[in-house]
């Protein structure tokens, strides 16, 4: 068990709709990254956030957009929904900036789009 | 630019016998850090190492083993005796000083035949 928590494991929703994403970091751990995992695309970087401001964007769609709470949990809203955005999607979260350490991730979250 | 390079997308070895993951990154950071990860049929990212620049020791954790060499700029990890257990796919991870990503190769798939 990593220690970070994502919500929901698995995701069932239509094209054109909006779906939260949550995940819980590791005690302690501030910085918050969001990455997506596609058969043809591999591990793909969306966003990092720290103490809740954003710190690196990375190929993020426009139609997504993430948030880091006081609480330091993290959701990753994904809207407009298309085919190919089915995908298995994973928070992983590391300690102070997130320099010298590695991140710890998250179980994932499966996201069907039909 | 950063870029990890895992070359073999595909392996397949019999039960207990030797085999080594390639990994080969590039980046014109001084300091910067090297990850392995493994993703099991379950699909969960699981830490197995990280491998700082300036530290070029190799590392041995049991059956595991990795090989960091900065001439080549290659971080290969290898399982010794392998095991059923073993399968799964396992990707190579740089993270850079000056940022904040974690840059990923497409990862090996590797298969352990009982």
């Known amino acids: 068990d990593s220690g970070v928590t994502q919500t929901p494991k698995h995701l069932i929703t239509a094209t054109g709709q909006r779906v939260t994403l949550r995940c819980s970091p590791r005690s302690g751990d501030l910085s918050v990254y969001w990455y997506q995992q596609s058969l043809d695309q591999g591990l793909q970087f969306l966003i990092q956030y720290y103490n809740g401001e954003e710190r690196a964007k990375g190929n993020i769609l426009e139609r997504f957009s993430a948030q880091q709470f006081p609480d330091l949990h993290s959701e990753l809203n994904l809207s407009s929904l298309e085919l190919g955005d089915s995908a298995l999607y994973f928070c992983?979260?590391?300690?102070?900036?997130?320099?010298?350490?590695?991140?710890?991730f998250g179980q994932g979250t499966r996201l069907t789009v039909v | 630019a950063q870029k990890v390079t895992q070359a073999q997308t595909e392996i397949s070895v019999v039960e207990k016998e030797d085999v080594t993951l390639d990994c080969v990154y590039e980046t014109r950071d001084t300091t910067y850090y090297l990850f392995w990860y493994k993703q099991p049929p379950s699909g969960e990212l699981v830490f197995l190492i990280r491998?700082?620049?300036?530290?070029?020791q190799n590392e041995i954790s049991g059956r595991y083993s990795w090989n960091f060499q900065k001439s080549t700029s290659s971080f290969n990890f290898t399982i010794t005796a392998s095991q059923v257990v073993d399968s799964a796919v396992y990707f190579c991870?740089?993270?850079?000083?000056?940022?904040?990503?974690?840059?990923f190769g497409t990862g090996t798939s590797l298969t352990v035949i009982p």
């Open positions: 992983a979260s590391s300690v102070v900036g997130g320099e010298n350490t590695e991140a710890f």
């Open positions: 491998r700082n620049s300036f530290d070029e």
């Open positions: 991870a740089l993270r850079p000083n000056t940022g904040n990503q974690f840059y």
